[in-house]
């Protein structure tokens, strides 16, 4: 019964993933919506703006540098929390 | 383990390992790559010394105190660059809005507070792939040792 429960939110979930995933556009398509002028200005402008030949390492480090210290404290909780967990013993 | 061929290979090959895991950090803003994957990768090779020789020389190496001040003063350094953006009159973490000088591009010292932010996040993933296999391999014997 419970199994029966289990499958049955599982294959709505696969129905919803599916309907999702059908309906977005191709990569790479000029006509996407993501094409806007945020990545032509990524595109065109880092080099000038930010002196980095690599345009990734200028939008994590520059651009959306908040984003990356949000990531790297992640990274310290999870690991003082280890720690503090692993020290108790 | 205790594999003569392993120890053997391994003394040879971990210089080379941290030099590239090395260059794939401090070259952040000019190849592919970066702090993560670099980080990952000389993180990586201190697994592999305590692997391959037994986990005393490798705490020996790398005791358990200074990981841990690596791990802080990567993710100090990080926060320092920000707030030296403040201190010099831009916005947190403005790179060239703050009049951190650029460089011409292409150049090792180049692109500003990148490459500062990349080697922080490097020595940061390195000391925390590090911090981790040492906690989780250590026995309760060993555990009372490094105090």
Redesign the interface.
């Known amino acids: 019964m419970r199994k029966l429960l289990v499958l049955f939110f599982l294959a709505v979930i696969m129905v919803v993933l599916v309907a999702t995933v059908i309906e977005m556009p191709t990569i790479g398509d000029p006509a996407n919506v993501t094409n806007n002028e945020v990545p032509r200005r990524y595109v065109e402008a880092s080099?000038e703006?930010?002196?980095?030949?690599?345009v990734?390492?200028?939008i994590?480090?520059?651009y959306r540098?908040?984003d990356?210290?949000g990531e790297?404290?992640v990274?310290?909780v999870?690991?003082a929390a280890?720690?503090s967990n692993?020290k108790a013993? | 383990m205790e594999d003569v061929i392993v120890r053997y290979v391994s003394r040879f090959i971990l210089p080379f390992v941290q030099l590239y895991g090395l260059y794939v950090v401090l070259h952040?803003?000019?190849?592919?790559g970066?702090?993560f994957s670099g980080g990952a990768v000389i993180g990586a090779s201190m697994i592999l010394y305590a692997l391959s020789f037994n986990l005393a020389a490798g705490s020996k190496k790398l005791s358990h105190d200074v990981s841990?001040i690596l791990?802080?003063s990567?993710?100090l350094i990080?926060?320092g660059m920000?707030l030296l953006s403040i201190l010099l009159g831009g916005n947190?973490?403005a790179?060239?809005a703050a009049g951190i000088p650029?460089?011409?591009?292409?150049n090792l010292f180049?692109?500003?507070?990148?490459a500062i932010?990349?080697f922080?996040?490097g020595i940061?993933?390195a000391s925390?792939m590090i911090?981790?296999f040492y906690?989780?391999i250590?026995e309760?014997g060993h555990?009372h040792d490094h105090h």
Not at chain 1, 49 to 54: H, P, R, S
Not at chain 2, 28 to 32: F, I, Q, T, V
Not at chain 2, 110 to 114: A, E
């Open positions: 080099l703006e930010t002196g980095a030949l690599n990734i390492a200028s994590i480090t520059d540098a908040f990356t210290l790297a404290t990274l310290f999870a690991i280890v720690l692993l013993h | 952040g803003h000019l190849s592919p970066g702090g841990s791990e802080s990567g993710a990080f926060a920000g947190f973490l790179n060239r650029l460089g011409t591009p292409g180049s692109s500003g507070s990148i932010i990349t922080g996040v940061k993933v925390t911090t981790l906690s989780l250590e309760e555990s």
